[in-house]
């Protein structure tokens, strides 16, 4: 037995036991540890089983106590103590078996407390599974980047070939065949800077550097309205707007654009000799806040209706006198994505089609 005070009070636990875990000799640090009072302190015939948790109790009977009468000593096992107060507290424990003067088996030990350890070593984890969480989303990005690269100098490449195939005309033919060509060159060039314009869009959308601020979804709207008063005009087209005003937090430009992408494409894919006729409203959830925007327009066959945020998915490829280029819906997705949110599409084909979206509040 170790007696004074430094031992008493040292920065571990001491403890001595007996064969069945009945406690002998007890320091004060251990004491401490299980916040006894002072008759507790002192009371005998104490046991470990009284301030070990179910489990480690468990795993004394099947480890701890057999591998001490089997070696003579263990090294770093982890118990967990429960203190007086229902709290628990993890231990490192080392103990030697030995014989005390009178022949009899004794079991010293010394406790160290790894509560720190333990949780540094659960920061270590969540970091660890941060990064790989990371490493993964960049890995995708990377693909998808990938992909996006080569959809992109592939779709930019066609418009470009038909251009340089007329030009090779123009230069073959006579000069009264040439306006022709040049016209259709015209056009095939003018696509590729919409495209053009379409990626940089994409491209600059959902930026994390863009400053929110509240947003008043009236003035939103009046924006909205705004930019497209021509279009609706030209194409006789019935835009309902909400009359109820939220404030929702967002980028009001990236915003804008959104409803803009969303109400273009109700008018672009609009059933034919039909006036489109566009409702967009607001519902206000314990958590979010839901727009929806519906069109009587095509629809979206069912298989469609996730595929559709990817870039370059068209599913109207058919219509050729519809133009587009299919960043659009990708475009809408990344700036719901800043906003830490979410949307996705119901549809019907030939009844029309509902673009929702859920911002939290
Ligand atoms: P695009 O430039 O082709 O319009 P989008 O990304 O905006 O690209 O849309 C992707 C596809 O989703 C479109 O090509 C179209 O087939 C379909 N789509 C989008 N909005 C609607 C809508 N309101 N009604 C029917 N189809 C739509």
């Given at each position: 037995?170790?007696?004074?005070?430094?031992?008493?009070?040292?920065?571990?636990?001491?403890?001595?036991?007996?064969?069945?875990?009945?406690?002998?000799?007890?320091?004060?640090?251990?004491?401490?540890?299980?916040?006894?009072?002072?008759?507790?302190?002192?009371?005998?015939?104490?046991?470990?089983?009284?301030?070990?948790?179910?489990?480690?109790?468990?795993?004394?009977?099947?480890?701890?106590?057999?591998?001490?009468?089997?070696?003579?000593?263990?090294?770093?096992?982890?118990?967990?103590?429960?203190?007086?107060?229902?709290?628990?507290?993890?231990?490192?424990?080392?103990?030697?078996?030995?014989?005390?003067?009178?022949?009899?088996?004794?079991?010293?030990?010394?406790?160290?407390?790894?509560?720190?350890?333990?949780?540094?070593?659960?920061?270590?984890?969540?970091?660890?599974?941060?990064?790989?969480?990371?490493?993964?989303?960049?890995?995708?990005?990377?693909?998808?980047?990938?992909?996006?690269?080569?959809?992109?100098?592939?779709?930019?490449?066609?418009?470009?070939?038909?251009?340089?195939?007329?030009?090779?005309?123009?230069?073959?033919?006579?000069?009264?065949?040439?306006?022709?060509?040049?016209?259709?060159?015209?056009?095939?060039?003018?696509?590729?800077?919409?495209?053009?314009?379409?990626?940089?869009?994409?491209?600059?959308?959902?930026?994390?550097?863009?400053?929110?601020?509240?947003?008043?979804?009236?003035?939103?709207?009046?924006?909205?309205?705004?930019?497209?008063?021509?279009?609706l005009q030209k194409e006789d087209v019935k835009?309902?707007?909400?009359?109820?005003?939220?404030?929702?937090?967002?980028?009001?430009?990236?915003?804008?654009?959104?409803?803009?992408?969303?109400?273009?494409?109700?008018i672009?894919?609009?059933?034919?000799?039909?006036s489109p006729?566009?409702?967009?409203?607001?519902?206000?959830?314990?958590?979010?806040?839901?727009?929806?925007?519906?069109?009587?327009?095509?629809?979206?066959?069912?298989?469609?209706?996730?595929?559709?945020?990817?870039?370059?998915?068209?599913?109207?490829?058919?219509?050729?006198?519809?133009?587009?280029?299919?960043?659009?819906?990708?475009?809408?997705?990344?700036?719901?994505?800043?906003?830490?949110?979410?949307?996705?599409?119901?549809?019907?084909?030939?009844?029309?089609?509902?673009?929702?979206?859920?911002?939290?509040?």
């Amino acid at each position: 037995m170790i007696t004074g005070d430094i031992m008493d009070n040292a920065p571990c636990g001491y403890l001595v036991i007996d064969e069945r875990g009945g406690v002998i000799q007890i320091d004060n640090t251990l004491k401490n540890w299980l916040k006894y009072s002072d008759e507790e302190k002192n009371a005998k015939g104490l046991s470990i089983y009284n301030f070990l948790t179910i489990g480690s109790k468990m795993y004394c009977e099947t480890h701890f106590f057999p591998m001490l009468q089997f070696k003579g000593h263990v090294k770093e096992i982890n118990l967990e103590l429960l203190k007086k107060t229902g709290e628990t507290q993890p231990l490192l424990v080392n103990a030697n078996f030995h014989r005390n003067n009178n022949g009899i088996k004794e079991y010293v030990c010394i406790l160290i407390d790894i509560t720190h350890r333990k949780l540094y070593e659960k920061e270590l984890l969540l970091a660890k599974q941060q990064s790989e969480s990371h490493l993964k989303e960049l890995q995708e990005i990377n693909e998808g980047l990938s992909q996006f690269s080569h959809t992109v100098a592939h779709d930019l490449k066609s418009p470009l070939k038909n251009i340089l195939g007329l030009l090779q005309l123009v230069d073959n033919n006579e000069i009264a065949s040439s306006k022709e060509y040049l016209s259709i060159a015209y056009d095939q060039g003018q696509e590729m800077v919409e495209m053009i314009d379409e990626l940089l869009a994409f491209a600059s959308s959902g930026n994390k550097n863009q400053p929110f601020e509240p947003v008043l979804t009236n003035s939103m709207f009046e924006s909205l309205n705004n930019k497209l008063e021509m279009l609706l005009q030209k194409e006789d087209v019935k835009l309902h707007c909400p009359k109820t005003n939220f404030t929702i937090t967002g980028n009001l430009s990236e915003l804008v654009r959104l409803f803009q992408n969303l109400v273009e494409n109700a008018i672009k894919y609009k059933k034919w000799g039909i006036s489109p006729e566009i409702h967009i409203s607001i519902t206000q959830t314990s958590d979010n806040i839901i727009f929806s925007v519906a069109d009587n327009g095509l629809g979206i066959p069912t298989q469609y209706k996730k595929s559709i945020f990817n870039p370059f998915v068209r599913v109207h490829k058919d219509y050729t006198s519809i133009k587009g280029s299919g960043i659009g819906l990708a475009t809408c997705k990344k700036i719901v994505s800043a906003h830490q949110g979410e949307i996705w599409v119901e549809s019907e084909v030939d009844k029309g089609s509902t673009f929702f979206i859920s911002l939290p509040l």
